[in-house]
T-cell receptor, first 116, second 112 residues
């Protein structure tokens, strides 16, 4: 199966700092990647769709200036949480579909962000 | 829009008990259906999938059949183990390169 990695797996930062999370498709190219946020004991909430070569599409209620997404290449998307606050603490997960028309998606292992 | 409804947990079972987690969906097209599992502190792993009506997905003793007539994709396992304790998500994919539609997840705890 396809492999998607995320880095870092865990990060603790001070309030007001910015944190970058990387999502990489290791053995396939992904023109689209998805970023989700998961609160404790809840389901995944889609934050945005990351598109290689164009701007990300954000879901309603997600601040695009706070959660910056850059799809730098066909194998890398980054999510930067700017000026992080404690309420941004969460589990962030990315996913990528393998190939056009192939609707199975592969998930990264997730990044646990804790903002102090 | 598309949606997935799955039974709410938590579900607590004794080891070797039979498991059923109900999942129904609404979709305008011909979606693919998945069950993903999330173990504590980890990301999501694909458990099984079915891409068309009457398909049966199976893996690690778990099974689910894509029932178009009842718009259902119930997850079953004949004999659960403690290691099956996790959160299970029923998921729908309408087409390629579109976001997945998640159920709310069902937390399963299996006790010895």
């Amino acid at each position: 199966g396809a492999v998607v990695s995320q880095h870092p797996s865990r990060v603790i930062c001070k309030s007001g700092t910015s944190v970058k999370i990387e999502c990489r498709s290791l053995d396939f190219q992904a023109t689209t990647m998805f970023w989700y946020r998961q609160f404790p004991k809840q389901s995944l909430m889609l934050m945005a769709t990351s598109n290689e070569g164009s701007k990300a599409t954000y879901e309603q209620g997600v601040e695009k200036d706070k959660f910056l997404i850059n799809h730098a290449s066909l194998t890398l998307s980054t999510l930067t949480v700017t000026s992080a606050h404690p309420e941004d603490s969460s589990f962030y997960i990315c996913s990528a579909p393998k190939g056009r028309g192939y609707n199975e998606q592969f998930f990264g292992p997730g990044t646990r962000l804790t903002v102090l | 829009g598309d949606s997935v409804t799955q039974m709410e947990g938590p579900v607590t079972l004794s080891e070797e008990a039979f498991l059923t987690i109900n999942c129904t969906y609404t979709a305008t097209g011909y979606p693919s259906l998945f069950w993903y599992v999330q173990y504590p502190g980890e990301g999501l792993q694909l458990l099984l999938k079915a891409t068309k009506a009457d398909d049966k997905g199976s893996n690690k003793g778990f099974e689910a059949t894509y029932r178009k007539e009842t718009t259902s994709f119930h997850l079953e396992k004949g004999s659960v183990q403690v290691s099956d304790s996790a959160v299970y998500f029923c998921v729908l994919a309408d087409s390629g390169n579109t976001p997945l539609v998640f159920g709310k997840g069902t937390r399963l705890s299996v006790i010895a």
